[in-house]
C-alpha cells in the first residue's frame, strides 16, 4: 500500500498521454473551480494511441503511482487511449493492493451516459485514435448502457498530429478531416450523433462541424466528463473533503516544459508554468 496521510487533503490529479487532456482540464476547472488539480502529460511517452494494451496500462498505471505519490486521492484519466486500455485493470487489479481508498476515474463512461438524449436514429459515431477504436470500448460501454444504438468506429491517427503540430485550423487539416467523416458516414449512413473519443479532437471540431452534414450533432467530452466529476463529488462526500480547494493548478510534462507550456496556450488560452518529472 502507498504511504501517505489518508485524510490530508490534495489535489486532484488529471492524466493525459500529452495536451489533450487539457481539454478536459478545462471544463473542470470552469465548472468547479474551487479545487486544485495537478495536471501530467507524459509527452515524452507520447502518443499512446497505437500502443498495445500492455504498454499503455504500465504507463498509466506508473502516472497513477506518481499521482498516489503526490497524495492525490483521485485521479481522472483524461486520455481516452489510457480510459480505454488500462482503467478497468487498474481499478478493479491495482488498487485494493495499492490503496483501496483511492479512486481513479475515467472518460469513456461519463460520455456514454449522455450519448442517449442526443440521437433520434439510433446510430452512433466514434472518431478516436486507434487505440480506442480498436479496444471497442465505446461500443461496449455503449451496448451497456443503451443496448437499442448502434455504434461505428473511425479511427483517426493523423489527427492528433495535426492538433499537437498547430495545423488543426489550417487548410491542410481540410483532407484528413473530410476524409474521416466520409469514411464513417459511408460506413453507416444513418449516424445523427458523433463522439469526439479523443480529447484532442475539440480543437478541430469547427472543422469537423463544417464537413459534417447538417442534422449530425457533435458531442466533446468536457464538458460531460466535468458534470460527472461534479456529481461523483457529491454522492461521495468522503472523497470531497479530501480535495483541497484554493484554486489553483500545477502542471507538469515528463518531456520539455517550455514546449509544453507553449502548446497548453493552444488548448487553455492562458499562459502557464509547467515543471519537468520522471515517471518511469
Same mark, same amino acid.
Given at each position: 500500500? $502507498?504511504?501517505?496521510?489518508?485524510?490530508? %487533503?490534495?489535489?486532484?490529479? $488529471?492524466?493525459?498521454?500529452?495536451?489533450?487532456?487539457?481539454?478536459?482540464?478545462? @471544463? !473542470? /476547472?470552469?465548472? *468547479?473551480?474551487?479545487?486544485?488539480?495537478?495536471?501530467?502529460?507524459?509527452?515524452?511517452?507520447?502518443?499512446?494511441?497505437?500502443?498495445? #494494451?500492455? =504498454?499503455?496500462?504500465?504507463?498509466?498505471?506508473?502516472?497513477?503511482?506518481?499521482?498516489?505519490? %503526490?497524495?492525490? &486521492?483521485?485521479?481522472?484519466?483524461?486520455?481516452?487511449?489510457?480510459?480505454?486500455?488500462?482503467?478497468?485493470? !487498474?481499478?478493479?487489479?491495482?488498487?485494493?493492493?495499492?490503496?483501496?481508498?483511492?479512486?481513479?476515474?475515467?472518460?469513456?463512461?461519463?460520455?456514454?451516459?449522455?450519448?442517449?438524449?442526443?440521437?433520434?436514429?439510433? &446510430?452512433?459515431?466514434?472518431?478516436?485514435?486507434?487505440?480506442? =477504436?480498436?479496444?471497442?470500448?465505446?461500443?461496449?460501454? $455503449?451496448? +451497456?448502457?443503451?443496448?437499442?444504438?448502434?455504434?461505428?468506429?473511425?479511427?483517426?491517427?493523423?489527427?492528433?498530429?495535426?492538433?499537437?503540430?498547430?495545423?488543426?485550423?489550417?487548410?491542410?487539416?481540410?483532407?484528413?478531416?473530410?476524409? &474521416?467523416?466520409?469514411?464513417?458516414? /459511408? +460506413?453507416?449512413?444513418? !449516424?445523427?450523433? =458523433? !463522439?469526439?473519443?479523443?480529447?484532442?479532437?475539440?480543437?478541430?471540431?469547427?472543422?469537423?462541424?463544417?464537413?459534417?452534414?447538417?442534422? $449530425? %450533432?457533435?458531442?466533446?467530452?468536457?464538458?460531460?466528463?466535468?458534470?460527472?466529476?461534479?456529481?461523483?463529488? %457529491?454522492?461521495?462526500?468522503?472523497? @470531497? +473533503?479530501?480535495?483541497?480547494?484554493?484554486?489553483?493548478?500545477?502542471?507538469?510534462?515528463?518531456?520539455?516544459?517550455?514546449?509544453?507550456?507553449?502548446?497548453?496556450?493552444? #488548448? *487553455?488560452? @492562458?499562459?502557464?508554468?509547467?515543471?519537468?518529472?520522471?515517471?518511469?
Amino acid at each position: 500500500m $502507498i504511504a501517505g496521510t489518508e485524510q490530508q %487533503q490534495s489535489p486532484i490529479g $488529471i492524466f493525459d498521454s500529452g495536451y489533450g487532456g487539457l481539454t478536459v482540464l478545462s @471544463e !473542470i /476547472k470552469s465548472l *468547479l473551480p474551487q479545487y486544485d488539480y495537478m495536471y501530467l502529460g507524459d509527452n515524452a511517452r507520447a502518443p499512446y494511441g497505437n500502443r498495445s #494494451f500492455e =504498454i499503455v496500462y504500465q504507463f498509466t498505471k506508473d502516472a497513477v503511482k506518481w499521482f498516489f505519490g %503526490q497524495n492525490c &486521492h483521485l485521479v481522472i484519466l483524461a486520455c481516452n487511449t489510457a480510459s480505454a486500455k488500462a482503467l478497468r485493470t !487498474i481499478q478493479q487489479v491495482d488498487l485494493p493492493a495499492m490503496d483501496p481508498s483511492r479512486r481513479v476515474l475515467g472518460v469513456i463512461r461519463p460520455t456514454v451516459e449522455s450519448v442517449a438524449g442526443f440521437t433520434k436514429t439510433g &446510430h452512433i459515431g466514434v472518431f478516436g485514435t486507434s487505440g480506442t =477504436i480498436n479496444s471497442q470500448s465505446y461500443d461496449i460501454e $455503449i451496448t +451497456k448502457l443503451h443496448p437499442h444504438l448502434k455504434v461505428t468506429g473511425e479511427a483517426c491517427p493523423i489527427w492528433v498530429p495535426l492538433v499537437e503540430n498547430n495545423e488543426f485550423d489550417k487548410p491542410g487539416a481540410d483532407y484528413f478531416v473530410k476524409q &474521416h467523416i466520409h469514411n464513417l458516414l /459511408k +460506413k453507416d449512413d444513418k !449516424i445523427d450523433t =458523433i !463522439i469526439l473519443g479523443c480529447t484532442h479532437y475539440p480543437l478541430l471540431i469547427t472543422k469537423i462541424k463544417q464537413f459534417l452534414p447538417q442534422g $449530425i %450533432q457533435v458531442i466533446s467530452q468536457g464538458k460531460y466528463v466535468a458534470e460527472s466529476l461534479k456529481e461523483y463529488l %457529491q454522492r461521495h462526500p468522503e472523497m @470531497e +473533503k479530501r480535495c483541497s480547494k484554493d484554486g489553483t493548478v500545477r502542471y507538469f510534462t515528463t518531456d520539455l516544459p517550455g514546449k509544453f507550456a507553449d502548446m497548453a496556450s493552444l #488548448f *487553455l488560452k @492562458e499562459n502557464i508554468e509547467a515543471q519537468k518529472i520522471n515517471i518511469d
